[in-house]
């Protein structure tokens, strides 16, 4: 059995390798043809042809029950059983007449109604015809099978024709490449090209270009190459070509990202009289935006207009697609009233493009307009609308609206997906209403809706919001037991979550099962595990982090240099700070004010209180603008050195910016006066002011109020006040 196999396969492969080899020869000499067989069916064909037609009475059915088909229809056996049972019309018609019979099946062919059972019954009374029907009946049931994309159907009846000795002509066979094509073997479709030139036959437009399109959709590496190849021979020896044939090669070439060549070759193709049309046009505008080539996509625009070719729908939504991934708002909602002024309706991908970049822009109510706009077109929303409107409302925290329309779009029988699920998981997550979440959760697989690794990492970061770590790490167990692979951003997650527990064990646990599984830590995850360690006072281990971050060439971000600089100076190891400033400087980052006002903060803490003013009075010439924090640390600085007045000065300027001085202003202002300028007046000024707008005096300035002021004295009335409001620890 196996060397039979063995000799059947090597068989095929030899009639493969003769088919391609003749088909360069009759491109080279079209009239010399070589011996060639189409496939090892063929060959079978050949050798059981002469039983099988022995008895006039075999029919079709008898061919359909004891032949094994390639066919892959599911149920295909049922289907071989229903289609002997076509209308009675047929079935009790034995003598009908050939030539009615012809026209009976065009005109079943042209109904547009034909199924695949009626089609296979069809075929089935052809058989029984003696004499067989011409081959034109038969091939207009092919043609109506391959609308109805049965194209294994009609592979395994072109093959039981030619068993049944019908020879097939030049349009039957470009159905069979058709077919071949589209299951993927284009091979076998440049072998019945082969046979087509064998049999003195001559192949015409179509059948090249099915053959283009299909090695144009064999997603290979060199697909475009092999078009090319055969497009250059069909141009060498003066095959037929039509605007058809320019468009298959012009659409290989914009999804190759090679639309310059493609606008190349459709002036050449209009320089052969042949005219452009419109789809042309469409494919290479949306090449070129998909290549950045914007400015060269609107001259193709105008130039439409030039040549008297009317755009369609689908020419502006590729421009108004290609404005919008380019951020150009302004004139894609141009477009889009000029598309309406010229009486060309939107369909519903259009509007889905404007809906989701208008909701990323957080202009929901526009969004809205354009919803409202396809209500008037009867152009109903989709799925695709619904899901950015939700995104879009989540986004703004309008949740009770987001659920609203949620509920909408379900009322209008439209079924959420995957993506609109875990929209309102996320969202719910970052609510921290994890009950709620989970409850979507078990109706998205209730409804049959899988969970993808964007919805369990949104129900994982949800836990570690909420400090619930052991859920979170059942939920990161559940991703592995489900058949997903958890991906570098789960695994930040968990890290994460570990880390704000201070559980740095078990986040060092998660960080090495994450290189073990072959992923690589990114950024993301160093700086993450740097500022863990640096909140359990573990600098060192945070800077051998950062260490082998640079030496694993994962490039630190400014919150990494950010977060270790902070957890140096605040384990009072200023001068590695200022170490990894200067490296910081060299990466070529630029610091911002957090960078300067951890640097600010250390030098004060050090007693440099001069340095640290120059370097305050150096932000501007270094284009930063102090914020609250900045002001609160030289405020602090100064009361520590009972320089008040300095710091008062500083409160002022902090007004006249527009910076809203916190309670850390306020207390540090109160301190200061309580401990060196032993004026308690305006220290009550300062702690009256911060509890009108809603501050609390911290434990340290109620002690240090406690502490100055004996029982009896003049302001026991304000302490036994102040004692009565909540204290900052």
């Not at 009976?104 to 075929?123: M, Y």
């Not at 298959?248 to 990202?257: G, R």
């Not at 305006?682 to 609390?696: D, L, Q, Y």
Request: proline share 3%; net charge neutral; charged share 20%.
């Amino acid at each position: 059995m196996n060397k039979r196999t063995n000799e059947r396969t090597n068989e095929l492969h030899t009639s493969l390798v003769e088919g391609k080899m003749v088909m360069v020869m009759m491109l080279r000499r079209r009239r010399r043809m070589t011996s060639i067989i189409i496939s090892d069916l063929l060959v079978t064909a050949v050798k059981v042809r002469k039983n099988v037609i022995q008895s006039s009475t075999s029919s079709f059915s008898l061919i359909l029950a004891n032949t094994k088909t390639t066919c892959t229809t599911t149920t295909q056996e049922q289907e071989q059983q229903q289609h002997l049972t076509i209308s009675s019309s047929i079935a009790n018609n034995n003598n009908m007449n050939p030539i009615c019979f012809d026209s009976f099946v065009r005109n079943r062919c042209k109904s547009g109604d034909l199924g695949l059972d009626e089609a296979l019954g069809l075929f089935d009374r052809l058989f029984q015809i003696r004499p067989l029907p011409s081959i034109h009946p038969f091939t207009q049931l092919l043609g109506a099978l391959v609308k109805l994309k049965h194209y294994h159907w009609v592979i395994y009846l072109s093959k039981l024709m030619l068993l049944a000795g019908i020879q097939l002509n030049i349009v039957t066979l470009s159905i069979l490449i058709n077919c071949y094509c589209y299951v993927g073997r284009v091979d076998l479709g440049f072998a019945v090209l082969a046979n087509i030139f064998k049999r003195g036959l001559e192949p015409n437009d179509i059948t090249f270009n099915t053959l283009l399109k299909g090695l144009s959709n064999s997603k290979k590496g060199d697909d475009v190459k092999q078009v090319m190849d055969l497009f250059n021979k069909m141009l060498e020896y003066a095959y037929p070509f039509d605007v058809v044939t320019y468009g298959v090669v012009i659409d290989a070439l914009c999804k190759s990202e090679n639309s310059s060549a493609a606008l190349r070759l459709m002036r050449k193709m209009e320089t052969s009289n042949i005219r452009s049309n419109v789809n042309l046009y469409n494919m290479i505008i949306d090449g070129l935006f998909k290549e950045n080539q914007v400015n060269e996509a609107f001259h193709l625009f105008r130039d439409m207009d030039t040549k008297s070719i009317e755009p369609n729908v689908v020419t502006y939504t590729s421009l108004i697609h290609g404005l919008c991934r380019f951020g150009r708002h302004k004139e894609a909602m141009s477009l889009f009233r000029k598309m309406l002024s010229q009486n060309i309706k939107p369909d519903v991908t259009t509007c889905s493009i404007l809906v989701d970049f208008l909701t990323k822009q957080g202009r929901i109510k526009e969004a809205f307009q354009i919803v409202e706009m396809m209500s008037q077109t009867s152009v109903k929303p989709d799925v695709v609308i619904y899901t950015s409107l939700i995104h879009g409302l989540c986004v703004l925290g309008q949740w009770n609206e987001a659920t609203k329309l949620f509920g909408e779009m379900v009322s209008h029988g439209i079924s959420p997906n995957v993506q609109t699920y875990s929209i309102l998981i996320d969202y719910k997550c970052k609510e921290g209403k994890m009950d709620e979440a989970l409850q979507i959760f078990k109706i998205m697989t209730e409804k049959g809706k899988e969970p993808n690794i964007i919805t369990y990492n949104s129900m994982m970061d949800g836990y570690c919001l909420q400090g619930q770590m052991k859920e979170a790490k059942r939920i990161f167990d559940s991703i592995i037991a489900t058949g997903h692979e958890p991906n570098t951003y789960s695994y930040n997650i968990l890290i994460n979550g570990y880390c704000k527990a201070r559980r740095m064990d078990d986040a060092v646990h998660i960080f090495n099962d994450m290189r073990c599984k072959g992923l690589t830590p990114d950024t993301i995850t160093y700086t993450t595990l740097i500022g863990g360690f640096c909140k359990v006072l573990k600098v060192s281990e945070a800077k051998d982090l950062f260490n082998e971050m640079l030496a694993r060439r994962e490039i630190p971000s400014l919150i990494t240099y950010i977060t270790l600089m902070d957890g140096l100076c605040n384990n009072d190891r200023f001068t590695e700070a200022l170490e990894l400033y200067n490296v910081l400087k060299k990466s070529g980052l630029k610091p911002n004010i957090i960078v300067y006002n951890i640097i600010l903060d250390g030098i004060c803490k050090t007693g440099q209180l001069f340095e640290a003013k120059e370097l305050f009075d150096n932000l501007s010439a270094k284009e930063l603008h102090p914020d609250t924090r900045t002001y609160n640390i030289m405020i602090r600085a100064y009361c520590k050195e009972g320089l008040l007045d300095e710091a008062q000065e500083l409160f002022h300027e902090m007004e006249e910016k527009s910076l809203v001085p916190d309670d850390f202003t306020f207390n540090f202002l109160a301190q200061g006066f309580l401990v060196h300028g032993n004026d308690d007046d305006k220290a009550m000024h300062f702690v009256n002011t911060m509890i009108e707008k809603g501050f609390s005096p911290s434990a340290e300035t109620m002690s240090k109020l406690l502490n100055l002021h004996v029982p009896g004295g003049p302001n026991q009335e304000r302490i036994n006040m102040l004692l009565n409001f909540p204290r900052k620890a």
